[in-house]
């Protein structure tokens, strides 16, 4: 095996956690793989992975070797198809986003973006947990809410306007609050801690639609909810401040133009249903 070989058993062994696994799916016996992985190994000189006789998992300076590997590769493989696909954009984009943007807005915007990039592999990860971009090898994250200072290069794609929320059974129960006063007596829900303590969007929006009390969440996305009176909006003069939307990526001199292709679509579909930055100072 050449050193870009050996780079692509280290990253599907290491997705795999099996030398046995990639063996099987890549028809490369398992001791090449194993000797291609050692030789990378020492010419990195550094441990990779610890191999145990049950699984195969990367160490500290392997999850970074694993994440670097992953864009090189992707990168040869655009490079490779750049004039066999007539210039077209090509390779994988690993994208990691919060599950509501993804399911609401991006996932039904996706067919006529993938449909104009046909050699565009997207692997979208939809999670409310703060991925590791480098260590866990994504091409860019999309983050909502303040930024923790980093060296990633954060790139602004608008606001999500925020609205406070009950159930119109709840609401019944206890009253419509008409003042900040008002809340002593109520219920509130938030995603960490609180009445209920939640840890992702999908269940906070279950327990708000059970019953279980008040909840501060963007609009986008609750729409249909809000029309059709299953929930209600309450205190508008009070609604929280917008939440910053960013794309995360690692700095790099010039960034992949697959990469560059994604942020600037999402931006756009973004301002399509959000706004730019004047939302923020929307009322």
């Known amino acids: ?4 070989d050996a780079m692509r058993a280290f990253v599907r062994v290491a997705e795999l956690e099996s ?25 990195m000189g550094t441990r990779l992975l610890l191999r145990t ?9 392997g999850q970074l070797c694993y994440a670097r590997c992953r864009e090189l590769l992707a990168d040869m493989e655009e490079f ?39 050699a565009l592999q997207l692997m979208l990860s939809s999670t409310d947990r703060r991925v590791d971009l480098v260590r866990e090898g994504f091409d860019c994250v999309v983050r909502v809410g303040a930024l923790e200072p980093s060296s990633l290069v954060a790139r602004p794609l608008g606001h999500y306007r925020q609205i406070n929320c009950a159930s119109a059974g709840y609401l019944a129960r206890h009253g419509v609050p008409r003042t900040l006063g008002d809340l002593a007596g109520h219920r509130a829900l938030l995603p960490m801690a609180g009445a209920l303590m939640v840890n992702d969007s999908e269940t906070y929006l279950a327990a708000a639609l059970a019953g279980l009390g008040i909840i501060q969440m963007p609009r986008v996305g609750v729409e249909s909810l809000l029309a059709g009176g299953e929930l209600v909006s309450i205190l508008p003069q009070w609604q929280p401040p917008p939440l910053p ?3 995360l990526y690692a700095h790099r001199r010039q960034l992949a133009p697959r990469v560059q292709l994604f942020i ?4 756009g579909l973004l301002a399509a249903h959000l706004g730019g930055a004047s939302e923020a100072a929307a009322p």
């Open 80 to 118: 490779d198809g750049l004039f066999r696909q007539g210039g077209q954009i090509s390779g994988q984009l690993r994208v990691d986003m919060p599950s509501r943007m993804a399911r609401h807005l991006v996932i039904p915007a996706l067919p006529d973006f993938l449909a104009q990039h046909p």
């Open 1 to 4: 095996m050449d050193q870009l």
């Open 245 to 247: 939307i960013h794309a």
């Open 19 to 43: 030398f046995t696994r990639c063996a099987e799916q890549t028809g490369i016996p398992k001791a090449t793989l194993s000797a291609a992985i050692r030789r990378l190994e020492e010419r």
């Open 264 to 267: 600037h679509w999402l931006a």
């Open 53 to 61: 006789t049950r699984r195969v998992q990367l160490t500290t300076d």
